[in-house]
């Protein structure tokens, strides 16, 4: 209950001691109290507990209430404490009356004081704010009348909770202890208060637990709060007897394993760890050819290993360190094939066509044999996607009798991952040619190093520049990986390097490097590596006999010609496992026992055609012309259109996927044209605005060898005559109208025959190029040579009579 009248109670206080009751008769509490702030949890009545306060304000106000105010003080929870200022602070408005017994300095600006929680109290009015806060106050008084059946009920419950606690929470015992001469069952306000003194619920809880003047209902949110309490010391007892179990059982092993060692010791069954370890790698080492310096290097790492304790960090640092070091196949080397009649046939064998290619790698395996060593030669396979590049690499391995090792280092953007990581940190591992050699146990294998031109770097250092002790010749016979820290001979290693293009190659890399260009394959080469490996390959991943499927030629013919018309074989041979699974679906539904694939059942498998033909116009129009481009996927054709647009002055706009050197090369066609056609007296230009776009998707990588094709487009617009029919170029214009070399003359010829295209200008410079290529690809085309535009222009103008 609150008392409602001004005239506050007498609160006789009574304190129990050892059985006899002294009663303090008419304890008359201050009307106006100082308030102090409780940032922690709230203060409860009827127990003495230590309070600490710090702060110079705080402890003036303590003093003042010592010496006038006969120590009663007001305890309040804060809802936000105000931490410069504590007067500002955001106080509960209901806390407890604590009367100082001691107070003692324990710190410069620190006092810890003794005191009991006498009453509850709530806040009438505030009267004072600075420089101290001071409250006017009601008082509530517990009722003296006997508890009734439900209140009795409640205690008893809260009494057998209190019970299991204490069985559980040996700390929680001692406290009760301390208090345990102050319960008394006949007054539960008293012992509810004491009790919830010991919770360690939430301070939020708490509060309103001080706050709950109602008996019942507070004795009925104390047991909630007793229960909560006793299940986390039953889940915190679980927990306990976990850890001490397994601890315990840890220990036991651990004991009876130091007992079982220093018996097989005593018994001279076994040795110490440390010796016993050291002994296995001595072993391993003994088997090796190690050089001086390694040699040196592994005694040092040998010896701290003996003195260091197995239980140690750094003894499991060095055993794999010098575990490294012993996987390593030191001076291991396999015997070269020096029958180069054998590594031919192998070559042939696993390969159709790239004649070329392989009388290069034949020539270089002669000299290795010759030799006897490889002597720095590093090879750079170039060339489109699907052409052979890892297997040849794979096959060059099979004809010199060397294990072979392939990774990627495209995306690779961590040096550390080619020359390994330092032995300071943390799980550092050796390099990817040192784990290379460790897999595959020779020192002279072939490694092969793929997607060399999509290597990266980041701020993690520069892969490309960590590869260029690796390949360089005059380093890589003494290379010293981060890791190893001890220089290993990679001299006798063949390297072998795979990219589509060079331009993405950094030049220091590229000039260490033998350079083989892979052109890509007609359609010829495809049908027949269609027959001799890919069919024969898909047929047995799919459980068919040879004799169970086939294909006609004319089909693999269809195939190539309509639905993988790429430089590669890789789209061609999924084009074939589509056929082979739909047949098996047939098979499996028909029961048929064999059938053959006809070139007009491939439309049934494989939907319609992909490519019908490169003509998009049906008749020649001017201002449309057809290019040669040389691409990252191999050679490709491409359409340049220009069109006119009437406009009272002159404009040039560019559209199409235009890397930044076309869009010049553009630039220079439009200024060329039109210094040209001004000659003429044609003014096209002086009225128009002329649009020049590129349809095809498949445009050069930003290269200047469009340029003839696209100065052609707009003479062609401006002169409103229509280019001849059949016919392609490529070549790179300057502004005084020069045609310049250009790269790729293989793999543009090999486009042109694959859409049908006969007739090529390409420019002078590039007609040793054109010659030295193969018969079968010059077969059936014709070739022109032009030194300067207006060359271009009569070939490409010139009547179909005066042409044949």
């Given at each position: 209950m609150l008392e409602d009248k001004p005239k506050l109670p007498q609160n006789a206080l009574e304190i129990k001691t050892g059985g006899s009751e002294i009663q303090i008769l008419e304890n008359i509490l201050p009307l106006h109290l100082t308030i102090l702030p409780l940032t922690q949890r709230p203060v409860f009545p009827g127990i003495t507990i230590p309070m600490t306060f710090s702060g110079p304000e705080k402890i003036k106000a303590l003093k003042r209430v010592m010496e006038e105010e006969d120590g009663y003080l007001g305890l309040v929870f804060t809802r936000d404490y105000h931490e410069e200022d504590y007067t500002e602070s955001e106080f509960y408005e209901t806390g407890t009356v604590y009367q100082i017994l001691r107070m003692n300095p324990i710190a410069p600006g620190v006092v810890q004081v003794l005191g009991q929680g006498v009453n509850r109290f709530r806040k009438k009015s505030v009267v004072t704010i600075k420089p101290e806060v001071r409250w006017e106050v009601d008082y509530f008084q517990h009722p003296k009348d006997r508890p009734d059946q439900e209140l009795k009920a409640y205690m008893m419950a809260i009494s057998s909770e209190i019970k299991d606690l204490l069985k559980l929470n040996p700390l929680f015992k001692e406290q009760v202890n301390m208090v345990v001469a102050q319960l008394n069952y006949d007054d539960p306000g008293t012992t509810m208060d004491v009790i919830s003194n010991l919770l360690s619920a939430d301070p939020e809880l708490l509060q309103t637990l001080l706050e709950t003047f109602d008996l019942h209902d507070r004795a009925k949110m104390l047991l909630k709060l007793v229960k909560e309490e006793l299940e986390i010391a039953k889940i915190q007892q679980k927990i306990s007897q976990q850890i001490d179990e397994k601890v315990s059982s840890q220990q036991k092993e651990f004991f009876l394993r130091e007992q079982l060692k220093a018996i097989k010791k005593e018994l001279g069954i076994e040795k110490d760890e440390n010796e016993s370890e050291a002994e296995k790698i001595e072993r391993k080492l003994a088997e090796l050819d190690l050089p001086e310096e390694a040699l040196k290097v592994v005694q040092q790492e040998l010896e701290k290993l003996k003195t260091l304790n197995a239980q140690s960090p750094e003894f499991n640092v060095t055993r794999t360190y010098l575990e490294n070091i012993a996987d390593l196949p030191w001076g291991k080397y396999s015997e070269d094939n020096a029958d180069i009649k054998k590594a031919r046939q192998i070559l042939d064998q696993e390969h159709y066509g790239l004649d070329e290619v392989k009388n290069l790698i034949l020539e270089f395996l002669s000299s290795v044999i010759k030799r006897g060593k490889i002597a720095g030669s590093i090879i750079c396979l170039v060339g489109p996607p699907g052409v052979g590049k890892t297997s040849i690499g794979r096959s060059v391995a099979h004809a010199l009798d060397r294990e072979f090792f392939r990774f990627s280092v495209g995306g690779m953007r961590d040096e550390a991952e080619i020359k390994g990581h330092r032995r300071t940190y943390i799980g550092a591992m050796p390099g990817k040619i040192i784990q290379a050699l460790k897999r595959v146990g020779t020192s002279n294998p072939v490694i092969m190093l793929d997607e060399i031109d999509k290597i990266g770097s980041s701020f993690r250092g520069d892969p490309a520049s960590a590869l260029l002790e690796v390949l360089d010749p005059e380093q890589n016979g003494t290379y010293l990986d981060h890791y190893l820290d001890i220089p290993y001979d990679l001299s006798n290693i063949l390297f072998i390097t795979t990219a589509n293009q060079l331009d993405t190659i950094p030049g220091p890399l590229l000039d260490r490097m033998e350079v083989i260009r892979l052109a890509g394959y007609i359609m010829e080469e495809k049908v027949e590596i269609a027959q001799q490996y890919l069919v024969p390959k898909q047929l047995r991943e799919h459980g068919f006999e040879d004799d169970e499927l086939s294909f006609t030629k004319?089909?693999?013919?269809?195939?190539?010609?309509?639905?993988?018309?790429?430089?590669?074989?890789?789209?061609?041979?999924?084009?074939?496992?589509?056929?082979?699974?739909?047949?098996?679906?047939?098979?499996?539904?028909?029961?048929?026992?064999?059938?053959?694939?006809?070139?007009?059942?491939?439309?049934?498998?494989?939907?319609?055609?992909?490519?019908?033909?490169?003509?998009?116009?049906?008749?020649?129009?001017?201002?449309?012309?057809?290019?040669?481009?040389?691409?990252?996927?191999?050679?490709?054709?491409?359409?340049?259109?220009?069109?006119?647009?009437?406009?009272?002055?002159?404009?040039?706009?560019?559209?199409?996927?235009?890397?930044?050197?076309?869009?010049?090369?553009?630039?220079?066609?439009?200024?060329?044209?039109?210094?040209?056609?001004?000659?003429?007296?044609?003014?096209?230009?002086?009225?128009?605005?002329?649009?020049?776009?590129?349809?095809?998707?498949?445009?050069?990588?930003?290269?200047?060898?469009?340029?003839?094709?696209?100065?052609?487009?707009?003479?062609?617009?401006?002169?409103?005559?229509?280019?001849?029919?059949?016919?392609?170029?490529?070549?790179?214009?300057?502004?005084?109208?020069?045609?310049?070399?250009?790269?790729?003359v293989k793999e543009k010829t090999i486009a042109a025959r694959r859409v049908g295209i006969k007739e090529l200008i390409f420019p002078e410079d590039n007609r040793r190029d054109f010659d030295e290529l193969p018969d079968y690809i010059k077969e059936g085309i014709k070739p022109h040579f032009a030194r300067y535009f207006e060359d271009v222009l009569k070939i490409a103008y010139e009547s179909e009579e005066n042409h044949h």
């Open positions: 004319e089909a693999l013919e269809l195939v190539v010609d309509k639905y993988a018309r790429e430089a590669g074989v890789r789209n061609l041979e999924k084009q074939i496992r589509k056929i082979i699974r739909k047949a098996t679906l047939r098979l499996a539904e028909e029961e048929e026992v064999n059938f053959t694939i006809e070139a007009a059942d491939v439309s049934n498998y494989l939907g319609q055609p992909v490519f019908r033909t490169e003509k998009l116009y049906e008749k020649a129009i001017p201002g449309v012309v057809l290019g040669l481009a040389y691409t990252s996927m191999g050679g490709a054709t491409l359409y340049i259109e220009a069109q006119g647009i009437k406009n009272a002055g002159a404009g040039f706009k560019q559209t199409g996927q235009l890397g930044s050197v076309m869009k010049e090369s553009s630039e220079i066609a439009y200024s060329y044209i039109r210094s040209m056609i001004a000659t003429e007296e044609i003014d096209f230009f002086d009225n128009h605005i002329v649009h020049l776009h590129v349809p095809a998707g498949a445009t050069p990588q930003g290269g200047p060898s469009a340029g003839i094709t696209m100065a052609l487009a707009l003479h062609s617009l401006a002169t409103d005559q229509a280019v001849r029919d059949g016919i392609a170029m490529t070549g790179e214009l300057t502004l005084t109208g020069k045609v310049l070399p250009i790269g790729g």
